[in-house]
């Protein structure tokens, strides 16, 4: 890579890191440490959350996702806005009037301490998950560039994160963040700027290119609960899934109780509502435009340089057969692009049908290229999470590959930064405060806080080192948190149920946990957005049907 890149990356680590480390005045106490003294302004909590949404994995997983098969993966935002506006009326205001740390206090005065304690471990283990999945996604960037093992380049990206948020706390996640924003936009726009240029035809051909391959197809109205993002799974399994997100995950509860008043804690969640569909089509547009560009460039067999390596090493004859379909398959997709982008609109449905069987025949090749690299009995490897990087390391201009590679470190820093936060808070809060030292200073309670912070991020980096290859990373996340936001869901519904016990909520959130892994190992077709559905409901149902109260009888 050359220096000047080298220059963008380490003078942006070593700006945000010592930044994030300045802020941490005001925070001597656990209100400051945990909440920035309920003072935060509405719009650095708003893009503080936004922040924390636009992960690395976003700039990685789901720009990846885009080039490999185009914009259905924005269905999965379409129960956002119904869920912000459902939550700005309820959890929202009663939350923030609670002045609580975290939202699973609310469980124990609600219910009882069990109830709290297990919601809070389902989160831990869910969130610790996913801030391990979140780190891997910069991981394979830097594992790219310098051919250096996954748990280097992890450490590159984790350890200044977990020193920051361990020093400054919440106060110093939420204004880095800002920051990080406006890095990650600017990355964004400037790459697609680039392939603009750079795509040998009109933006109105490439749109065509894209379209006849089947990248623009958005909208899927099929109610088929194995398919993986459809209308349907995303308003409604979408709806659940960000009401659980955004209503009861202290990652994100976290943010809201640091604003200032009830009705900023809203004006927050509605930069959300307004700007993540359209900014997450944007993204899925980069990659979807990074797919055009190698269709009039010829892509690489490979996008994993380490799987065209064992390839290579391992059976030199059959790689070479190999990359010679590829490059006969890549060529006719070329020409019949070219001859789409030539013919009139009005009678082009015979160059888009040769567009989509070139298409076809390069993904055929791919897989079957995929699989050989692929050990016997194991899943299939994957190389989605390597498009975009191989794309940037080869293809931008010297300065914007280090403001894209800088932007990735941010987008990771931002999220992991306030998901560390979020599972420092629930495990002091929750856990330590409530059944090991329930009396004692904050001084004792900060140094805990900060010792949780960092074992948090040690865990979050293990994970990480396994999490590279589990597949398309914008999905490995969600599917953890699938797993666990519906049955958290439907605690807090039943909360807001009257006359419903504790002992129902408990057997409740059980019940559902138990639904949920019977359909995935029963059933592992079932699509994971309607996990949270499941989950939900099975909660919902157990804790009335067993845990109800009986009514007063009338005097």
Same mark, same amino acid.
């Given at each position: 890579?050359?220096?000047?890149?080298?220059?963008?990356?380490?003078?942006?680590?070593? !700006?945000?890191?010592?930044?994030?480390?300045?802020?941490?005045?005001?925070?001597? $106490?656990?209100?400051?440490?945990?909440?920035?003294?309920?003072?935060?302004?509405?719009?650095?909590?708003?893009?503080?959350?936004?922040?924390?949404?636009?992960?690395?994995?976003?700039?990685?997983?789901?720009?990846?996702?885009?080039?490999?098969?185009?914009?259905?993966?924005?269905?999965?935002?379409?129960?956002?806005?119904?869920?912000?506006?459902?939550?700005?009326?309820?959890?929202?205001?009663?939350?923030?009037?609670?002045? *609580?740390?975290?939202?699973?206090?609310?469980?124990?005065?609600?219910?009882?301490?069990?109830?709290?304690?297990? +919601?809070?471990?389902?989160?831990?283990?869910?969130?610790?998950?996913?801030?391990?999945?979140?780190?891997?996604?910069?991981?394979?960037?830097?594992?790219?560039?310098?051919?250096?093992?996954?748990?280097?380049?992890?450490?590159?990206?984790?350890?200044?994160?977990?020193?920051?948020?361990?020093?400054?706390?919440?106060?110093?996640?939420?204004?880095?963040?800002?920051?990080?924003?406006?890095?990650?936009?600017?990355?964004?726009?400037?790459?697609? *700027?680039?392939?603009?240029?750079?795509?040998?035809?009109?933006?109105?051909?490439?749109?065509?290119?894209?379209? &006849?391959?089947?990248?623009?197809?958005?909208?899927?109205?099929?109610?088929?609960?194995? $398919?993986?993002?459809?209308?349907?799974?995303?308003?409604?399994?979408?709806?659940?899934?960000?009401?659980? !997100?955004?209503?009861?995950?202290?990652?994100?509860?976290?943010? !809201?109780?640091?604003? $200032?008043?009830?009705?900023?804690?809203?004006?927050?969640? %509605?930069?959300?509502?307004?700007? $993540?569909?359209?900014?997450? &089509?944007?993204?899925? %547009?980069?990659?979807?435009?990074?797919?055009?560009? !190698?269709?009039?460039?010829?892509?690489?067999?490979?996008?994993? #340089?380490?799987? =065209?390596?064992?390839?290579? &090493?391992?059976? #030199?004859?059959?790689? /070479?057969? *190999?990359?010679?379909?590829?490059?006969?398959?890549?060529?006719?997709?070329? /020409?019949?692009?070219?001859?789409?982008?030539?013919?009139?609109?009005?009678?082009?449905?015979?160059?888009?049908?040769?567009?989509?069987?070139?298409?076809?025949? @390069?993904?055929?090749?791919?897989?079957?290229?995929?699989?050989?690299?692929?050990?016997?009995?194991?899943?299939?490897?994957?190389?989605?999470?390597?498009?975009?990087?191989?794309?940037?390391?080869?293809?931008?201009?010297?300065?914007?590959?280090?403001?894209?590679? &800088?932007?990735?470190?941010?987008?990771?820093?931002? =999220?992991?930064?306030?998901?560390?936060?979020?599972?420092?808070?629930?495990?002091?809060?929750?856990?330590?405060?409530?059944?090991?030292?329930?009396? =004692?200073?904050?001084?004792?309670?900060?140094?805990?806080?900060?010792?949780? +912070?960092?074992?948090?991020?040690?865990?979050?980096?293990?994970?990480?080192?396994?999490?590279?290859?589990?597949?398309?990373?914008?999905?490995?996340?969600?599917?953890?948190?699938?797993?666990?936001?519906?049955?958290?869901?439907?605690?807090?519904?039943?909360?807001?149920?009257?006359?419903?016990?504790?002992?129902?909520?408990?057997?409740?959130?059980?019940?559902?946990?138990?639904?949920?892994?019977?359909?995935?190992?029963?059933?592992?077709?079932?699509?994971?957005?309607?996990?949270? @559905?499941?989950?939900?409901?099975?909660?919902?149902?157990?804790?009335?049907?067993?845990?109800?109260?009986?009514?007063?009888?009338?005097?």
């Amino acid at each position: 890579m050359h220096w000047i890149n080298w220059v963008i990356v380490l003078g942006y680590l070593t !700006y945000i890191s010592v930044d994030g480390i300045r802020r941490a005045r005001g925070t001597n $106490k656990l209100e400051g440490y945990f909440l920035g003294n309920r003072s935060l302004p509405w719009w650095v909590v708003g893009l503080s959350v936004m922040a924390t949404q636009l992960s690395a994995i976003t700039m990685i997983g789901t720009t990846g996702q885009g080039a490999n098969d185009g914009m259905r993966f924005v269905q999965f935002y379409f129960g956002l806005p119904v869920a912000l506006v459902i939550l700005g009326v309820t959890l929202v205001p009663f939350l923030h009037r609670a002045k *609580v740390y975290t939202a699973y206090e609310f469980l124990e005065r609600r219910f009882d301490a069990r109830t709290r304690s297990l +919601t809070s471990l389902l989160f831990l283990l869910s969130r610790g998950l996913s801030c391990g999945t979140i780190i891997a996604a910069p991981a394979v960037v830097f594992a790219s560039i310098f051919g250096m093992p996954i748990p280097y380049a992890v450490a590159i990206i984790g350890v200044p994160t977990i020193i920051y948020t361990m020093i400054g706390g919440v106060q110093a996640v939420a204004w880095t963040d800002v920051k990080q924003m406006v890095l990650v936009l600017t990355a964004i726009v400037s790459v697609i *700027v680039v392939l603009l240029v750079r795509i040998p035809v009109s933006p109105d051909d490439a749109m065509r290119v894209a379209g &006849a391959a089947g990248r623009l197809n958005i909208f899927d109205f099929d109610f088929t609960l194995t $398919k993986q993002y459809t209308f349907w799974s995303g308003i409604i399994g979408g709806t659940f899934l960000m009401l659980s !997100y955004f209503g009861t995950d202290q990652s994100q509860v976290q943010r !809201y109780l640091t604003a $200032k008043t009830v009705d900023e804690a809203r004006s927050s969640h %509605l930069i959300s509502a307004y700007w $993540k569909i359209p900014l997450q &089509a944007l993204v899925l %547009l980069v990659g979807v435009l990074v797919f055009v560009f !190698y269709v009039f460039t010829a892509p690489p067999l490979y996008y994993n #340089p380490a799987q =065209a390596e064992r390839m290579r &090493a391992s059976d #030199p004859a059959a790689y /070479a057969a *190999v990359e010679q379909r590829y490059e006969t398959a890549v060529a006719r997709r070329t /020409a019949a692009a070219r001859a789409l982008a030539a013919t009139p609109r009005a009678n082009d449905a015979a160059a888009r049908q040769a567009v989509r069987d070139g298409d076809a025949e @390069v993904a055929a090749v791919r897989a079957d290229a995929i699989t050989a690299v692929t050990a016997p009995g194991a899943k299939a490897a994957t190389d989605v999470n390597y498009i975009i990087p191989h794309f940037v390391l080869t293809e931008l201009p010297i300065g914007l590959t280090g403001i894209f590679i &800088a932007a990735v470190i941010a987008a990771a820093m931002s =999220a992991v930064a306030g998901e560390l936060a979020s599972l420092s808070s629930t495990t002091v809060i929750d856990l330590y405060r409530r059944w090991v030292r329930p009396e =004692a200073d904050d001084a004792h309670y900060l140094r805990v806080s900060r010792a949780a +912070t960092g074992a948090w991020g040690v865990f979050a980096c293990v994970v990480a080192t396994f999490a590279a290859n589990l597949g398309s990373l914008i999905e490995v996340v969600n599917r953890f948190g699938s797993f666990f936001y519906g049955s958290i869901l439907g605690v807090f519904l039943l909360a807001m149920i009257p006359r419903t016990r504790g002992s129902g909520a408990f057997y409740g959130l059980l019940a559902g946990m138990a639904a949920v892994g019977a359909v995935n190992v029963g059933a592992p077709t079932v699509a994971f957005l309607w996990y949270n @559905v499941i989950g939900a409901v099975t909660v919902v149902s157990v804790g009335m049907l067993f845990g109800r109260t009986p009514r007063p009888a009338a005097v």
